[in-house]
């Protein structure tokens, strides 16, 4: 029998990586249950942020907190795994941005309105914490668009052209839709929604590739 000796520092990145794969499934996935669930919300008018009003809002400020942190360390091992490679210092520093960001945002509460939760008037006055969740958010954006532009460049130079293509795309994606949404473009939310899943299942699907290889 043959024996395969693995480092504590390669069972270490794929501990990390690992924490990148689940984080935007994850996120996805509790967001997508509630948005199709939660009496009221229409995901052609409200952001997923919304979700985290309400009665059960709780279970949408521990999922931005959980996928935040999962993220963050994840970004940790795609440091390790691309360490000396193109692109491999600025995209794991801009995916534990976008980590740090989605941490905030769960933290910062958005504020209830366009009529959700139910009652809730149509317009409503900004709170700090308001205000706060939307630059958290828009920073963790800003930040996971870099990081998959950059990805692309990693996959160029590495000579994956078809990863390459997809980092740009799942980047452009969440780029068009958030400008989209904050143009107050018809079923924006959904656009946003469309696009920030697409990115980040994207990093996901990057997490995993590197995985692969320790």
Known sequence: MVSV?????????????????????????????????REG?????????????????WLQIANFIVAGVLTVLGATGLRHAMHGAPGGRWAPRLLRV??????????LVMDPGAGFPAGTPETTTL??????HMAAGSISFTALIAACYVLG?????????????????????????????MTGGPWGSLTLAVGTIT????????????????
């Open 153 to 181: 460049h990693h996959f160029s130079r590495t000579g994956h052209r078809p990863h390459a293509i997809a980092s740009r795309v799942a980047g452009t994606a969440l780029l068009i839709g958030n400008v989209w949404a």
């Open 98 to 107: 976008s980590g740090l960001g989605m941490i905030a945002a769960g933290v």
């Open 5 to 37: 000796a693995v480092s504590p520092r390669s069972l270490s990145t794929r501990s990390l990586l690992t924490c990148a794969v689940v984080a935007a499934p994850l996120w996805a996935a509790v967001s997508l249950a509630q948005a199709f669930t």
């Open 127 to 132: 709170s700090w914490h308001g205000i706060g």
């Open 41 to 57: 919300f229409d995901l052609t008018r409200h952001p997923l942020s919304l979700l985290s009003t309400g009665s059960l809002g």
């Open 199 to 214: 990115a980040m299942l994207w990093t996901a699907a990057t997490a995993a590739h590197h995985r692969s290889a320790h």
